[in-house]
T-cell receptor, first 116, second 113 residues
């Protein structure tokens, strides 16, 4: 069974551009969450999607958005990139979106975004 | 604000020794606490969890202890191996806050051969 797949693995953008990251959850998983990881702020929750609906959202500006498709694949978009958006963006999936402790969250290896 | 944090940023242990990684939390409303392991170039990997109404839970070579009185969580790794070298994060979740993890800052465990 394939794990969580994130593409691309690395991405370099310049300030002001926008970027789209993709996440394919484990087959059968319907919940997809996104996290941002930086050395300074650690791991921070961005948002969670379940059955194509955003269910939870973290404290990030509106430049950060996402969506989920009917096949549970998810994309996140960051518009008007800033230097501080440089980070590892992690996607995680779980089967039905219950508490992670009951349905372990499976993380992908992330997309490393560098903003120059 | 409410947070989950760690006492030690780096822990160096000898192979075969036991490791103890600590975590402090501030939110008494947390329902679950979870430990994750992150190796270089990979995403976090679930290790073990503990419900807030428990004091101790054991897994394979790992034990998590929860002290609600002082809001402290620890991960004990028995007979630490080189493959245990990684960054370890504690995280908490409140069920009524949805499927959202709040992570601590992480501790790097280095195992010396």
């Amino acid at each position: 069974k394939a794990g969580v797949t994130q593409t691309p693995r690395y991405l370099i953008k310049t300030r002001g551009q926008q970027v789209t990251l993709s996440c394919s959850p484990i087959s059968g998983h319907r919940s997809v969450s996104w996290y941002q990881q930086t050395p300074g702020q650690g791991l921070q929750f961005l948002f969670e999607y379940f059955s194509e609906t955003q269910r939870n959202k973290g404290n990030f500006p509106g430049r950060f958005s996402g969506r989920q498709f009917s096949n549970s694949r998810s994309e996140m978009n960051v518009s008007t990139l800033e230097l501080g958006d440089s980070a590892l963006y992690l996607c995680a999936s779980s089967s039905s979106g219950g508490p992670p402790a009951n349905e372990k969250l499976f993380f992908g290896s992330g997309t490393q975004l560098s903003v120059l | 604000g409410e947070s989950v944090g760690l006492h030690l940023p780096t822990l160096s242990v000898q192979e075969g020794d036991n490791s103890i990684i600590n975590c402090a939390y501030s939110n008494s409303a947390s329902d679950y606490f979870i430990w994750y392991k992150q190796e270089s170039g990979k995403g976090p990997q679930f290790i073990i969890d503990i419900r807030s109404n428990m004091d101790k839970r054991q897994g394979q070579r790992v034990t998590v202890l929860l002290n609600k009185t002082v809001k402290h969580l620890s991960l004990q790794i028995a007979a630490t191996q080189p493959g245990d070298s990684a960054v370890y994060f504690c995280a908490e979740i409140r069920i009524n806050a949805g499927n959202m993890l709040t992570f601590g800052g992480g501790t790097r465990l280095m195992v010396k051969p």
